[in-house]
């Protein structure tokens, strides 16, 4: 704020700019300066763009000098830029709109943006006005578009007249400066609306015309990502937009566009087809490389080791990128001798580096084959070194099936123990019947199969088999006991020790003909028979009830009778007399 005594300084410094010196302040000069006074008060106009130079600076002001009575007063943030910062200084020139006469403290008020506004709207004008050309920057998103600062002017541009293909983040277009065309304009109102898809479908109009011009097959050019899809990416070649499908874009494996390209990318392609009259162009990508796999079968030998990166898991086996555009494939079957591998994923995961073994290149089908386990030792080759045939082992029982039980020996590898292997004597349906998975148990290694990764168990060769002794033990005609372990149609079974039984035939349980042996005897009933014959490869020992009694028969009457000769006290000659004679028929 000035003071009466500033003010009234102020307003007097005028009179003293047109009165330099004394000599003029003479008699008769008075008409004169008051002539020049008024000429000088009618060249100032409220709306006019006058000339000025500033005088004095504050933090809210701005004093410009405009050769009138005083200086005129303009707010300080009219000079200054986006960052706050004034960019004018004490004897800088500027340009101004004479808004009013004196305001409350004695200063013209004067405006620069008003001015600055006054000039842009010439321009336009002198542009064209509506359909004419104009420069700007985009300052800000609003509701429908954009707004864009045109030397001090703020311009509409609308959503849809942003870009060629309207939609997306309008964000990413602050900041930017760019040509508009005026599409609508108010300078009564101070509207103005723009448009930047025009000029953009002109340039492309154009570029389109000349892409036309020069376009052919087999031609190899740059383009810009426009598009991604799943299948592919859409590449502007100059206001044409051509296909370049994923299975075009590499050599090697993709499963989606994004991998190795974005929007905006500038990417090589060859033109693979051109339909000129519908305007559809198919692009490739990696036809404007080297194939790589021209030298795959000189480069990769069978039984090299190579480094890779797994690209790919799938349910069969696991991608492994050798080279840009060249993949071999691990077969889950080539990926552990040991493991039963259900999915690649157990042991792999895509990014990781692995070293492999090539096992074949087929570079026809281009195809290379490798192998994980194949980078180590297979522990099938020295297992028959640890275990001979006969050693003794024990392990956790891993698996029971109907046929058998897995008993884990060491990492990775199995055996089987038969269910047949697993008693000498006793009839087992099914292992489960005397074991439990987790389970740890002995057995004895039986045979090794390395070719085809199998080993056989035992665990009744743990002891020695007891029909070794069953022939001497049991000799035709022994005299017998047994207890009935079960009734069939064909016979009755005794058990005449621990896992050792007799098959007592139905012909051979009475010497009254029976149909059946059902309600002969029952389970667990005691009977007493002879031995008949033994059968050590099938593991049968026949019996019989009614060789046995009448051989009884017999030497009850010949002791009765009190035979000449000596009594037969052998019951196997008897029996062999009594089958000699008939089956002991009287």
Known sequence: MMDEKRMKRQKEMPIKRFHDTDDELDQGSGGEFEEMFQDSLKQLRVGEIVRGVVVQISPDYVLVDVGYKSEGCVPANEFMDENGQLTVKVGDPVEVLFERRENELGYIVLSKK?????????????????????????????????????????????????????????????????????????????????????????????????????????????????NITDYGAFVDLGGLDGLLHITDMSWGRLTHPGEIIKVGDTVKVMVLKFDRAKGKISLGMKQAMPDPWLNVEAKYQTGERVQGKVVSLTEYGAFIALEEGVEGLVHISEMSWTKRVRHPSELLKVGEEVEAVVLGVDSGNRRISLGLKQTSVNPWTVVGERYPVGTKIEGQIKNITDFGMFIGIEDGIDGLVHVSDISWTKRIKHPGEIYSKGETVQAVILNIDVANERLSLGVKQLTPDPWSEIPGKYRPGTRVVGKVSSVTDFGVFLELEEGIEGLVHVSELSHEKLATPKGFCNVGDELEAVVLNVDTVDRKIGLSIKSLQSALEKAEFESFMGSKGEATSNLGDLLKEIKKNGNGDK
């Open 114 to 226: 008003k001015a600055q506004a006054h000039l842009v709207w010439d321009r336009i004008a002198e542009a064209g006005g509506e359909g004419g050309d104009v420069e700007g920057k985009i300052v800000a998103k609003v509701k429908g578009g954009l707004n864009v600062d045109i030397g001090g002017i703020t311009g509409f541009l609308p959503a849809s007249q942003v870009d060629l293909r309207p939609g997306g983040n309008l964000d990413r277009y602050v900041g930017q400066t760019a040509t508009f065309k005026i599409l609508k304009m108010n300078r009564k109102r101070g509207n103005i609306v723009l448009s930047r898809r025009v000029l953009l479908e002109v340039e492309r109009d154009k570029a389109r015309e000349d892409t036309l011009a020069t376009l052919a097959e087999g031609q190899v050019v740059d383009g810009v990502v426009k």
